[in-house]
Structure formats: C-alpha cells, structure tokens
C-alpha cells in the first residue's frame, strides 16, 4: 500500500490499482492516481507556508484548526518540494487561478489560492487556510481529491490552473 494524498492510499490488487481513503475506515475509491504521485510545493512557497501554519496555531475554529493540521500533515509525508525551475505550470500554488468541480457536477468554482491576508472570498479570493485552499493546494490539473470539507467528503476534479505570469498573457 502507497500514501498518495490526503488521508488517500493505492493498493495494487491483480494488476489492478484502487484508491482507499483512511478515516478510521476504508473506502474504496474509483480515483485515478494523481498525475505526480504526490503534492508537489515549490520550496519558497513552502516556507511562507509553514510560517503560516505555525502563526495560526491559535485559530479558535475547530474547522479551520482541523483543515491546518491535515495540511501539516501532508507537508510532513506526502510532499515533494521543488524548486522555481523544476515547478510544474499546472500545479496549484500560492496566487493560481484554480477552477474545480464537484464530481458529482453540482457546482463548480473558479478562484485565486491567496495567503489569508489577501483572502476576500467575494472576490474568489480563497485563503490558503480555508477548507477549499487547504484541499487543492500542491495538486495538478486532472487530479482528482476526496476532501472532508465542513459539510461532509466531498470529490473534486481540478478542471484548470493558471499561474499569474500566464493569466496577465
């Protein structure tokens, strides 16, 4: 069995690779595996990142708290960090332009991934901190992410991403 992503892990049976996601129990998935294998983080982003999550220690929201401690979590274990020059363009990051989709096609969402001073959720601007930013963040256009967002699991496809050089183009 291999950790691919949040709380996610590939068990090949037959041949044949399934996804499970580990919340105390086991669910199987029918995910495709994500296009790097793991979250990938450009290192100077990563810093600003860690610094960020250690000030936020004392968030009072149990939501948010769990959303930064999970993020922790998969900055510790399932993260390649990565220079400037070796970043993918189409791997979220701070200030990409992501669009996602529900897989269940109920709704989907085009915003800007922001540290939180910048965040403005009126103007799509979603914090990294935020359930949302905390779910895409290091993922690729195509990959596909289980998430437990405050109203339950929920199944995203990440249908775009757009870096800030390429949106002004």
Not at 30 to 44: A, G, H, P, T, V
Not at 66 to 74: A, G, N, P, R
């Amino acid at each position: 069995m291999k950790k691919v992503g949040r709380y996610i892990y590939v068990l090949a049976i037959d041949g044949l690779e399934r996804m499970y996601v580990k919340c105390g129990f086991s669910i199987e998935l029918n995910f495709e595996i994500m296009k790097y294998d793991q979250l990938i983080i450009e290192e100077n982003e990563f810093l600003i990142i860690e610094k960020l999550l250690n000030l936020n220690k004392v968030v009072e929201s149990k939501t948010v708290k769990s959303h930064i401690f999970k993020l922790q979590e998969e900055l510790r274990n399932v993260t390649k960090v990565v220079t400037e020059k070796e970043m993918p363009a189409d791997v979220v990051r701070l200030n990409s332009l992501v669009t996602v989709r529900s897989l269940d096609g109920l709704w989907e969402k085009t915003f800007e991934l922001v540290v939180p001073s910048k965040g403005n959720v009126l103007q799509n601007r979603i914090s990294l901190l935020l359930p949302m930013g905390t779910a895409v963040l290091g993922y690729a256009k195509g990959d596909l992410i289980l998430w437990d967002f405050p109203g339950g699991l929920k199944e995203l496809k990440v249908l775009e991403v757009m870096q800030p050089e390429s949106i002004t183009k």
